[in-house]
């Protein structure tokens, strides 16, 4: 895929270093821009009502940096091609309060700043080969639920995922995990 | 055919290995590949589940593939669990 200087994608395992949303700030930022909008995810300490000491992110490198990269293009052909877009995100174990992942994105205006975060940081969460493991208080581990990437097949090999999401994604997956018990 | 297989999320669980080698003769599609991998899992894999492959997505390093696709003349391939980033 085509890199471009207004594009930056990173995958950091947690053993070589942390995020850093500064960076991501420094990267989108353009004299030329008055909106930046950065999106940071965080471990939390809880995951639906139970207690969480960490969680371990397993990630497909190469096909998440392709998505990524694919992802953040679109939202600088839909916002606008002065735009700058950034990614960056965590894998291995992470602790509470970690940083898992960064987004950031400036542009001349903060409707489309706003706009293209979002944008970017769904296609991260939904679309991304990337696979949570929660770790409990009480030493229980758990592969989060997801969404399935059945159906995000391209038309042809030239393209990492569809362009348009598949239907229901999210109850294809829930579906899914009930016939799994 | 020799496929090389990545192992991601829940398909982790079944091998110490992130990585597994499998001789599955016949197979010219990544549809063929999924029905032979889901019969030698089910026949390797004790826990293994078929709805686990069926919310699956087949892919190489760069691309998602459909059931049609021809198989990477190198044979490599990763299986891919539901997603869960951010």
Redesign the interface.
């Given at each position: 895929m085509e890199t471009s200087p207004r594009v930056a994608c990173h995958v950091v395992d947690i053993a070589d270093g942390r995020l850093d949303p500064a960076a991501a700030i420094e990267f989108v930022s353009d004299d030329a821009f008055g909106g930046i909008d950065v999106f940071i995810?965080r471990v939390r300490a809880s995951s639906h009502g139970r207690e969480c000491v960490a969680v371990h992110?397993?990630?497909?490198d190469?096909?998440?940096l392709?998505v990524f990269q694919r992802t953040v293009a679109q939202a600088l052909a839909k916002y606008g091609p002065k735009a700058k877009g950034y990614v960056a995100?965590a894998k291995g174990k992470l602790a509470v309060g970690d940083l898992?992942?960064v987004v950031a994105f400036g542009t001349p205006h903060r409707d489309e700043a706003f706009r293209g975060c979002r944008d970017i940081?769904e296609a991260?969460?939904?679309?991304?080969?990337?696979?949570?493991?929660e770790h409990f208080v009480d030493g229980v581990t758990e592969?989060?639920?997801?969404?399935?990437?059945?159906g995000?097949?391209?038309?042809s090999?030239?393209?990492?995922?569809a362009d348009e999401a598949a239907p229901s994604p999210a109850q294809?997956?829930h579906a899914?995990?009930r016939?799994?018990? | 055919m020799m496929i090389t297989l990545?192992l991601?999320?829940?398909f982790?669980e079944f091998s110490p290995s992130p990585e597994i080698a499998l001789d599955l003769p016949g197979i010219a599609t990544v549809g063929d590949f999924r029905a032979a991998f889901d019969d030698w899992a089910q026949s390797n894999w004790p826990g293994y589940?078929p709805?686990?492959l069926?919310?699956?997505?087949i892919?190489?390093?760069?691309?998602?593939?459909?059931a049609n696709?021809p198989l990477p003349a190198d044979g490599r391939l990763?299986v891919?669990?539901?997603?869960?980033?951010?």
């Open positions: 995810g992110y397993d990630m497909f190469p096909l998440a392709t995100h898992a992942v940081i991260v969460k939904h679309e991304a080969p990337i696979w949570k493991r592969w989060s639920e997801g969404c399935s990437l059945c995000k097949e391209p038309e090999g030239d393209s990492p995922v294809t997956m899914a995990f016939a799994l018990g | 990545q991601f999320g829940r982790r589940r709805a686990l069926q919310s699956a997505a892919a190489t390093d760069s691309s998602l593939l459909r696709s990763a891919l669990p539901p997603v869960s980033g951010g």
